[in-house]
Nanobody
Framework: QVQLVESGGGLVQPGGSLRLSCAASPNRFSSYIMGWYRQAPGRQRELVADITSTDTPDYADSVRGRFTVSRDNTKNTVYLLMNSLKSEDTAVYYC?????????WGQGTQVNVSS
C-alpha cells in the first residue's frame, strides 16, 4: 500500500510562486513514477506534470516553462515548483504514484491564484 500526503497549497497572487510537496511511503519510492494532476471546479482532472524513476520529467503544455517537477528519493518526496502563476492555475492539486501498474492518489491540496 502506497500512501501520499500533499502539502504546500494556499492563496497566491497572479505572478507569484508556490511549491507543493508530496511525501510518499518509503517502500521502493525510487521505483515509483510520480506526478501531479489538478482539477478545477467544473472541469475534468488533468495531468500537470510527472517524473519517472530515472528523473525524466514531462509537462502539460499549459504549464511547461512555468512549473518544475522534481523528486528527492532520500526524502521519499516529489515536488512541484509553480512559478508565474495564473488565475487559471486555480485548482485542487493531487499527487499520484504508479507502482507496478497501480495508481495511488493523495488527498489533494488547494491552490488559489487570485488578487
Amino acid at each position: 500500500q502506497v500512501q501520499l500526503v500533499e502539502s504546500g497549497g494556499g492563496l497566491v497572487q497572479p505572478g507569484g510562486s508556490l511549491r507543493l510537496s508530496c511525501a510518499a511511503s518509503p517502500n521502493r519510492f525510487s521505483s515509483y513514477i510520480m506526478g501531479w494532476y489538478r482539477q478545477a471546479p467544473g472541469r475534468q482532472r488533468e495531468l500537470v506534470a510527472d517524473i519517472t524513476s530515472t528523473d525524466t520529467p514531462d509537462y502539460a503544455d499549459s504549464v511547461r516553462g512555468r512549473f518544475t517537477v522534481s523528486r528527492d528519493n532520500t526524502k521519499n518526496t516529489v515536488y512541484l515548483l509553480m512559478n508565474s502563476l495564473k488565475s487559471e492555475d486555480t485548482a485542487v492539486y493531487y499527487c499520484y504514484a504508479v507502482v507496478s501498474g497501480i495508481s495511488y492518489w493523495g488527498q489533494g491540496t488547494q491552490v488559489n491564484v487570485s488578487s
